[in-house]
């Protein structure tokens, strides 16, 4: 028999309201605007809008301060939002080399063409909290230097030069990109529906597996070839017109990461690559992604699966941090029927273990007979 | 014949750029400083979508899909016959329906000039100065190498 429990009605709908007055906080404190959260925790949204795979700030701005700053909350606020727009296509590959650079630099050569921009970065500043800034202190424009754009080819193509290095990552002719937002996972999987996960997934998940393989655990030997920051031109086919029609610009970060590979009975030795791309300025989250998919390719390039890292199920089906919080945190919810049953069946397991570990003795066996 | 349709083809894309890349307060500040017409029949939308974003794999190789992005479209027929689209990232519905009517007035030979120098070269300008602005304050932080001798030989 299911008996169904009723009540709560009152407690939710006070519980939701008591979340408005906290979120809304101290009533003197003026209330934040979306465009400030846009502005000035600029790559908060981004992580939103990259985890949360829609390329849209204000909504990001709007689930941060929804969610009071609770990131993965936010993420799956902009999710949730997403399954109610219809879907217009696909775009146009973007082209990243003719990106609008904001910030471009090489560990892998000094003097390239384009050069090291270092643009708006956290590099190099001495992590010291500034007063200046709790004081609200007014900042300089910053400084401008004009000059001829130079072309900025991406490294890896100087590299292909040589012929050390692998070709970006082709597929079959007939290959039509998968999409993980239309057909559930399979594994293996082919290394762009790899990749569009791993552009969706959580930062610090594969931050501490790009973390691992660095140190030891699927050792790949990376370097940064090359990681650039800044806006490309997104265009979309459509058939009312008879070109494809420009929508404008979006912020994306790109990591080409190099890797040494001394060979194997598939391929020769040579640099190998792995490849972050991701919304907006996020280079710790592209650098992590193009080490993840590096490990990922074990397989493909014949190498020993021996790491977390290379396990394209364990890593693909953990990577997503709202699949991941729905399972984690659904455990809160009432599971009073479960847990009775189980109790029922655990104080039953004691009275037999228990009747196990003492049996009766033979007398009282025999009095409790009588 | 062919080389004037592309040449028109390829002006009609760039206004289009323009207006998809312009703030949709730009567009409405200039619109009625022009005093630009904006009667017109709503064939579809202001409507707000998703477009799923393409990457390669390696920056130039097979295309995967990285996330979607917000994009508005919308498209109108102008008393004159004309019919104009218009799809902009984001999801602000005045601006689509405006650049829609800017893109329909544009095919509109009498009508051209007047969008290209009123509102698509004011837009476009302003655009150019942030793009250099912003390409100015990157170069300011690039890199000079330099080396230093050390030692006695």
Known sequence: ?370 | MRGQEARDQAERKAAMDTLARSSGDDIVRLWNEAGLPSQAKLLRGPETGLVTLRGRIGGGGAPFNVGEATVTRATVRLPSGQVGHCYALGRDKQKAKLAAVADALWQDPARRTEVETMLITPLRSALTAAHEKRHAETAATKVDFFTMVRGED
């Open chain 1, 1 to 370: 028999m299911y008996v169904a429990v009723k009540g709560g009605e009152a407690a939710i709908a006070n519980a939701h309201s008591l979340l408005a007055d906290r979120r809304r906080g101290d009533r003197s404190v003026p209330a934040l605007r979306l465009d400030q959260i846009v502005e000035q925790l600029a790559l908060g949204v981004d992580r939103v809008m990259s985890e949360g795979s829609l390329y849209d700030r204000e909504l990001a701005a709007l689930a941060i301060v929804q969610a009071r700053g609770d990131m993965i909350e936010a993420i799956f606020l902009v999710r949730a939002y997403r399954t109610t727009l219809p879907r217009f296509g696909y775009s146009s590959p973007i082209d990243t080399s003719a990106m609008l650079v904001e910030r471009r630099v090489s560990a892998t050569y000094k003097d390239l063409p384009g050069g090291q921009l270092l643009g708006p970065t956290f590099d190099y500043t001495h992590r010291l909290l500034d007063p200046e800034l709790a004081a609200g202190a007014d900042v300089a424009e910053p400084l401008q230097r004009t000059g001829e754009a130079e072309a900025m080819p991406r490294v890896s193509a100087i590299l292909a030069r040589e012929g050390l290095i692998e070709p970006d990552g082709d597929m079959p002719q007939d290959h039509i990109p998968g999409d993980i937002t239309r057909e559930p996972l399979e594994f293996p999987m082919a290394r762009d529906i790899r990749l569009q996960a791993l552009s969706r997934g959580d930062e610090g998940f594969l931050l501490a597996l790009g973390y691992s393989t660095q140190r030891g655990y699927a050792r790949n030997h990376p370097f940064v070839g090359e990681i650039r920051i800044g806006e490309v031109q997104l265009e979309l086919d459509v058939p009312e017109l008879p070109f494809a029609v420009p929508l404008g610009t979006v912020r994306v970060t790109e990591c080409q990461m190099v890797n040494q590979f001394k060979g194997s009975a598939k391929a020769p030795p040579q640099f190998t690559r792995g490849y972050g791309l991701v919304f907006g300025q996020s280079e710790r989250k592209a650098m992590a992604m193009a080490l993840c998919d590096r490990a990922l390719r074990a397989s493909e390039l014949g190498e020993d699966i021996v790491a977390a890292a290379q396990d394209e199920e364990f890593v693909i089906s953990h990577s997503d941090n709202v699949q991941a919080t729905g399972f984690v945190e659904h455990l809160k919810l009432p599971h009073y029927v479960d847990f009775q049953a189980e109790l029922d069946l655990v104080r039953r397991m004691r009275a037999e273990y228990e009747a196990r570990e003492n049996p009766p003795k033979a007398e009282e066996k025999k009095d409790a007979a009588e």
